[in-house]
């Protein structure tokens, strides 16, 4: 097996400080541009699911394995297992699990295969070519822009009311693919979480979400 061979570090920014923590301490691409993203399909790809499905699968993820949350401009997640995980009561919507990269080609046969790939799921991928928005630094407040009005936030500042946060932040200093769930881990050999247990508890969880949310609307009269 081929050691990993980390990404060059860039010349430091200091006047971008959170591009600088993603792509110097963690050794993640970046976006070019703003807002800042972090380019899926290198070092990982990401599901993108309800907050309510998300929080139920944890449980088959390391105690290392990224998890952020998004789209706080919405309700949030209501879910007690939820409150447990203490995460921020005004963020929950949406929920990012980082996978293995290359599972964004796998996930369509991998729903096949668990029987649910006939069923409309509330899950999406985001894999080679795709970005997802950086999540505030661990530690980092919400609150108004910054006084340049674009944007920019890093450490003893604060970043835009809803932004994405980290739920289980990246360890920085530590490579994050051994900690990702990945195909590979079916049958329990080494010590990476199982993508196929994920996904199937995700789709699960989302087609429970689903028919709730069914019920829960009043019938329509003609």
């Not at 007690?80 to 929920?95: D, I, L, S, V």
Request: charged fraction near 20%; glycine fraction near 12%; include cysteine.
């Amino acid at each position: 097996m081929l050691p990993t061979v980390p990404l060059p570090r860039r010349p430091l920014h200091p006047s971008d400080p959170v591009r600088q923590w993603y792509e110097n301490e963690l050794g993640w691409a970046t976006v070019p541009g703003s807002p800042l993203r972090l380019a899926a399909g290198l070092r990982f790809d990401v599901l993108d699911v309800p907050a309510e499905a998300g929080v139920r699968a944890l449980r088959h993820l390391g105690p290392a394995s990224p998890v952020a949350l998004h789209a706080s401009r919405s309700a949030p997640c209501e879910d007690p297992a939820a409150r447990r995980e203490n995460w921020p009561t005004r963020h929950g919507k949406r929920m990012w699990l980082l996978v293995a990269a290359g599972s964004a080609e796998e996930l369509p046969g991998l729903l096949d295969w668990l029987e649910w790939g006939a069923l409309a799921l509330d899950i999406t991928v985001i894999g080679a070519g795709g970005s997802i928005e950086a999540p505030l630094l661990p530690g980092v407040p919400e609150g108004p822009l910054t006084a340049d009005g674009a944007g920019t936030y890093g450490p003893g500042g604060s970043g835009p009311q809803g932004a994405a946060v980290w739920l289980r932040p990246p360890e920085p200093g530590c490579e994050v693919e051994p900690s990702l769930p990945t195909l590979s881990a079916v049958g329990g050999g080494g010590g990476a979480p199982d993508l196929v247990r994920l996904v199937d508890t995700v789709a699960t969880q989302c087609h429970r979400v689903r028919l709730r949310r069914a019920c829960a609307q009043p019938p329509a009269y003609s």
